[in-house]
């Protein structure tokens, strides 16, 4: 099917033919002396000689070709971005009234309503703009269509208005299921109690937790009860938390290695490590095999214990038991030990990382060039930093600072210009303060060296 430009280019090309035609049938009027006369005025054209014009206009007038038409001319207007895919046409716009008007002239097209990512952008991009009166239109009218039926599309409401911060819309649309031909399950009871634990509203949580089997019908399973225990454990109540894991028990719900990480977590941070340490074995009494996680809380609590030699041995017997280790593991060994002035030994874990199979990322190379700054092995720093910053991975302002000053100081003018280099490509760029304060840190050492000298 040839499309709309070729067409065009095709009616020109006959247009051209036939004024061509034209022009030479009536120039066969014309003596040739008397256009010989004439060829020599560059200005003058005789009464009767054909131009482009006249001919054009003659063809009008009989119906044998129709005039432009600017509006669907690509060439010489702007381009209409209708035909583009609402999709598209929603990426790119901007006003949140528009995008609201958008939005809701394709409130049933799928495409756009089962893209879970065009409704998280959409509520992010509402929500900066504080127009969560359009957010909640666009989703009161979406519940009250036929994908309203479905748990999962509400649950992704529920979750959408925690993240435009609306517990309170969430918590009613959960309430309201019932209205618009939805059952209410464990899962959508579990999506609002994690909206309001994000939300930090710890009291209504807890008065919802407790209506649920009653008013709600609803069974909990592990992951509600895991919720209420995580809530209790930051509210500070950890001898809540403690009963409500026995009454998991009681009510056949069995805790599982998320529960008791959670609970040794917060047992750890408090200090009351006897408890922790209970836990620990009655988890492995009833089964339960720890996990990555379960022994990067305890390796936490050994670092901050200063026991950096038994977490590293911790470590081993996670390697033992086919548990590898990951990023968190190795970062707090790294740190522990330089903690303890092992420099060797934080060295040591950080080029053996590789060999087990773990690559450093962005936060190991900020712990290495941070240690090594205080340590005061600027060569090491530079080298570290250098490979971290060509992978876009930049250290903290205080720490580039450090760098910066422990590098003149010891007359590493070169690397220290290196790192300014660096520090200037970075995407995004720091703020003009930033990389003025930099820059005043070279100038003013780099002074104070040549009038000791």
């Known amino acids: 099917m040839l499309s709309l430009r070729i067409v065009r280019r095709i009616c020109a090309a006959i247009d051209a033919v036939a004024i061509t035609c034209i022009a030479a049938g009536i120039s066969k009027s014309v003596k040739k002396r008397d256009i010989a006369n004439y060829a020599h005025s560059a200005n003058h054209h005789p009464e009767n000689f054909p131009t482009i014009e006249s001919c054009r206009a003659a063809l009008l007038k009989k119906g044998k070709i129709q005039p432009p038409n600017p509006q669907t001319n690509n060439d010489l207007g702007p381009q209409d971005n209708t035909n583009e895919p609402a999709i598209i046409r929603m990426k790119k716009e901007r006003d949140p ?6 939005f809701q002239s394709n409130a049933q097209n799928r495409i756009v309503v089962e893209n879970r990512f065009i409704f998280e952008d959409m509520v992010s991009r509402l929500a900066g703009a504080q127009r969560l009166d359009l957010i909640q239109q666009i989703f009161e009218c979406q519940i009250g269509l036929p994908q309203g039926r479905r748990e999962g599309f509400v649950m992704r ?10 517990p309170d819309h969430a918590v009613k649309t959960f309430q309201e299921m019932h209205l618009f031909g939805c059952k209410r399950t464990v899962k959508s009871f579990n999506a609002t109690l994690k909206v309001l634990s994000q939300a930090s509203r710890f009291h209504e949580l807890c008065q919802l937790f407790n209506n649920a089997p009653q008013i709600y019908g609803i069974q909990l399973d592990e992951i509600s009860y895991n919720t209420l225990i995580k809530v209790m454990c930051e509210m500070g109540s950890l001898d809540s938390a403690y009963r409500v894991m026995l009454e998991m028990g009681k009510s056949g719900v069995k805790p599982d290695v998320v529960t008791y990480t959670t609970l040794i977590s917060a047992f750890y941070k408090n200090n009351l490590r006897k408890i922790g340490d209970g836990l620990w074995n009655l988890m492995r009494l009833r089964g339960c ?58 060295n040591n874990v950080f080029y053996s990382m590789s060999r087990r199979g773990c690559e450093p990322n962005r936060k190991i190379y900020q712990t290495m060039v941070h240690y090594l700054c205080e340590e005061r092995d600027f060569g090491l720093a530079f080298r570290l930093c250098k490979k971290s910053m060509e992978r876009n991975w930049y250290p903290s302002v205080d720490t580039i600072r450090k760098l910066l000053k422990g590098l003149i100081a010891v007359s590493k003018d070169i690397n220290a210009s290196e790192i300014m280099r660096l520090v200037v490509r970075r995407i995004p760029r720091y703020s003009s303060e930033e990389i003025m304060s930099f820059q005043e840190i070279v100038s003013r050492t780099l002074m104070r060296t040549e009038k000791g000298t």
């Open 157 to 166: 409401i529920i979750a959408l208005y925690g993240r435009a911060n609306m």
């Open 289 to 346: 095999n720890p996990t990555l996680a379960t022994y990067n809380v305890r390796i936490q609590y050994l670092i901050n214990r200063h026991r950096t030699f038994e977490a590293n041995y911790l470590v081993r017997t996670m390697h033992k038991l086919g548990i590898k280790p990951d990023e968190v593991t190795y970062n707090l060994i790294i740190k522990g030990f330089f903690i303890k002035g092992e420099v060797k030994m934080a």
């Open 97 to 102: 009234e528009k995008l609201f008007s958008l």
